[in-house]
């Protein structure tokens, strides 16, 4: 398990193609790697990777075919920039959330406009991870937790200060940049939660806008 708070920016030195799958090495930078063994977890942005190889300055896993195809890996180079976070040990402060390292989906960044303290962004999510994202609620972004500021349909909004944008790779966004996003686990849960027996009955039931009417959370 992971909180979000990016502990280094790392850098992709290595990508070697394994058939579907790739064995990424990244260069960590100001990473502590002094407590990491083999078999440790490392978020990388946002996903999270078994350590396969490590020394001082650098850490190798391995990445899925079903991992490059639901996350930004598909797009990272050599040279590309991510924001590394070891696993959350049980004495550590717990300064962002519940963040899991299984990526939801890919979103695009739609715009950026610098405010001067602030920079605002606006993500586009998938449709089907919209539902899931609200006002004020959490999201992680690149392995980054976030408050959610504004909603509109897919879209949603972030105010990012200068510190974030100085020590994680959102400071190198640009409108069209792919992004990996993790929803709130709790928000997951709820959805599950409001199925009641009908999460029994089929792998495909959901939360729909037919089930809410039947329910009675929306008025006739």
């Known amino acids: 398990m992971f909180t979000g708070i990016v502990e280094a920016l790392g850098t992709i030195s290595r990508l070697d193609r394994r058939g579907e799958d790739i064995r990424l090495t990244v260069s960590t930078g100001k990473l502590?790697?002094?407590?990491?063994?083999?078999?440790?977890?490392?978020a990388t942005n946002g996903v999270c990777l078994t350590v396969v190889d490590f020394g001082s300055d650098f850490y190798s896993a391995d990445v899925s075919a079903e991992t490059i195809k639901y996350t930004g890996f598909a797009h990272y180079n050599n040279g590309s920039h991510v924001n590394l976070e070891k696993a959350m040990r049980p004495v550590d402060r717990f300064g962002g959330h519940i963040v899991s390292g299984h990526v939801d989906g890919v979103g695009t960044i739609a715009s950026i406009t610098d405010h001067g303290d602030y920079v605002e962004i606006w993500v586009e999510a998938p449709i089907d991870l919209a539902r899931y994202i609200a006002h004020k609620g959490s999201i992680t972004v690149d392995g980054v937790s976030l408050t959610v500021n504004e909603v509109d349909g897919a879209k949603f909004m972030l105010w990012i200060i200068p510190h974030t944008l100085q020590e994680t790779v959102i400071g190198q966004y640009r409108s069209g940049t792919r992004v990996n996003l993790e929803v709130d686990v709790v928000a997951r849960y709820i959805e599950r939660l409001m199925l009641g027996?009908?999460?029994?009955?089929?792998?495909?039931?959901?939360?729909?806008?037919?089930?809410?009417?039947?329910?009675g959370f929306l008025k006739k």
């Open 32 to 42: 502590d790697m002094s407590d990491v063994a083999l078999g440790d977890s490392i």
């Open 197 to 215: 027996d009908k999460a029994a009955e089929s792998s495909r039931s959901k939360i729909d806008m037919a089930f809410l009417a039947e329910n």
